[in-house]
């Protein structure tokens, strides 16, 4: 494969992230870093290795690595988090109904290809590129994961969550466009929590003071934990939390017990903790991944039912750590509409798809055409009953 200006770029799999250098992937996922926090530490060294020495990816988990490396003259100038694929679970952009409907006119769809950070609806850059080689990398790593899989002659390509501008660049080398909705909090230069409880409508004001009096009447504390704060054994009562909430979700959590682990060791300065502890005995946390301005929400569980104490823990605290430490934004994870009432507003996501066979790639075409239609209105939608101040909504449009 050659670039632009005619010198060639090596493309290569790689089944472990123990095969590449730390330094080189990170000089691509993460070059940020000399000048302070990543801008999302998913696609980090440190994060994708947790999950694969964890054994969250791997072996019997439907997620095996393949991760893409782009070299030219012998310096990583690209990679991508990529996965062969023998379901569609832990994706948060689902492709079920492809699947079942390739499968019921004959076709094979698993093992499909996937560029994605595992079990995270977080958008972030799916084409890593050193600084200087962001055309020629990202191109390079389009054209080698859609030729891997033409070779293999694997059903599918997808590289989800990435950003607008990727889905852009992908979307002019061919490959099809799709957009969802998540719903995120701006921060827009908030003093404190009061500060933006004015912002509001007074009827949601009300209901925002009424659920955080509520919550914060369980009969415990509310401790909020990052870095060293992070003891080994928050993870164990953590690890109760996010059975609960796998099993009920997924059937069977994503993250294996080591993941938590590991990640204490390697990522606790990337993590706030949000623990509700009682009788000093935590039942119900939050955890949220730090980015550099930008906080995540991940993941949620409880050993005991207290009203709004979700909505304290995952919304209202996260919103308080963003505003102290003057973060862009709040990203809540997937779905739930129930947070528009609570401040978070519709945003547009974007993933890309390329499809082998030709006939069910026009299908697939025209649906996501339609799609994008109804996902635009429905934003529309609902940013107009967001729960903003009449004046604040057109401050915002």
């Not at 994706?91 to 698993?110: L, V």
């Not at 004015?198 to 209901?207: D, E, G, H, Q």
Request: aromatic residues 12%.
């Amino acid at each position: 494969m050659t670039g632009s200006d005619q010198q060639t770029i090596d493309i290569q799999l790689f089944g472990s992230l123990d095969q590449i250098a730390a330094a080189d992937w990170d000089a691509c996922a993460c070059p940020e870093v000399a000048e302070g926090r990543a801008i999302d530490p998913f696609t980090t060294y440190r994060f994708l290795h947790a999950l694969e020495v964890s054994g969250s990816v791997g072996p019997g988990t439907g997620w095996q690595p393949q991760y893409l490396s782009a070299t030219q003259n012998g310096q990583m100038i690209a990679c991508a988090p990529l996965y062969a694929k023998s379901h569609s679970q832990g994706e948060y952009i689902f492709d079920h109904n492809w699947a079942h409907a390739f499968e019921n006119a004959g076709g094979r769809y698993y093992p499909k290809l996937q560029i994605a950070v595992p079990f995270t609806p977080a958008t972030g850059r799916r084409f890593l590129t050193r600084p200087g080689f962001e055309m020629a990398g990202t191109s390079a790593l389009i054209q080698g994961a859609v030729q891997v899989a033409a070779e293999n002659e694997l059903s599918s390509l997808h590289i989800t969550f990435c950003t607008e501008d990727e889905a852009l660049a992908g979307g002019q080398m061919g490959l099809m466009q799709r957009t969802g909705q998540q719903f995120h909090w701006d921060n827009a230069g908030y003093g404190d929590f009061d500060d933006f409880l004015a912002s509001l409508s007074s009827r949601k004001r009300k209901m925002i003071r009424k659920e955080r009096r509520t919550a914060n009447a369980f009969g415990g504390e509310v401790l909020m934990l990052t870095g060293d704060q992070i003891e080994p054994w928050h993870w164990d009562a953590f690890w109760r939390f996010y059975q609960d909430t796998g099993a009920r979700k997924w059937g069977t959590p994503y993250l294996t017990r080591g993941f938590f682990d590991i990640a204490h060791e390697t990522m606790r300065d990337d993590m706030l903790l949000v623990l509700a502890m009682r009788d000093g005995q935590p039942v119900a946390g939050a955890l949220n991944f730090i980015g550099r301005d930008t906080l995540y929400g991940r993941y949620w569980g409880c050993v005991e039912d207290h009203p709004c104490l979700h909505f304290e823990l995952c919304y209202y605290r996260a919103m308080d750590f963003a505003i102290a430490q003057n973060m862009a934004r709040v990203e809540a994870g997937a779905q739930g509409e129930h947070k528009l009432a609570r401040g978070y507003l519709p945003v547009t996501t974007h993933s890309l798809h390329w499809v082998g066979h030709p006939g069910f790639a026009d299908a697939v075409q025209q649906f996501l055409t339609a799609e994008r239609a109804a996902v635009a209105e429905d934003i529309e939608i609902l940013t107009a009953y967001g729960p903003f101040r009449k004046e604040q909504r057109e401050e915002r449009e």
